[in-house]
């Protein structure tokens, strides 16, 4: 069982920053690929990051390339999403989630089997 807890969302102007952590509670952190997801109002929730077990390897949708970042730490049992060059169209609530170990595909959300309850990400323009 992980429990997940996202801080670090707010209201920021297009152009800002802001970094996202997500807090997990459990032992076996480290064997679970990370991912974060959003979802804008009136859309479906959408693929935005992912990082593996050993953090060798990151995946991020198009649209967030060269300007978001996904990282963890494992001591902290913690994964950050540091997002820059802020848009309007990145307004969503955005949610972190853990896929068990083997997990093929970590851009499906169907992959994930534990997720937090998400945090408020507002970019006026």
């Known amino acids: 069982q992980v429990q997940l807890v996202e801080s670090g969302g707010g209201l920021v102007q297009a152009g800002g920053s802001l970094r996202l952590s997500c807090a997990a509670a459990g032992r076996t952190f480290s064997s679970y690929a990370m991912g974060w997801f959003r979802q804008a109002p009136g859309k479906e929730r959408e693929f935005v990051a992912a990082i593996s077990w050993s953090v060798d390897t990151t995946y991020y949708v198009d649209s967030v390339k060269g300007r978001f970042t996904i990282s963890r730490d494992n001591a902290r049992n913690t994964v950050y999403l540091q997002m820059n060059s802020l848009k309007s169209e990145d307004t969503a609530v955005y949610y972190c989630?853990?896929?068990?170990?083997?997990?093929?595909?970590?851009?499906?959300?169907?992959?994930?089997?534990?997720w937090g309850q998400g945090t408020q990400v507002t970019v006026s323009s």
């Open positions: 989630a853990a896929a068990p170990y083997g997990s093929r595909s970590l851009v499906r959300a169907f992959e994930y089997r534990y």
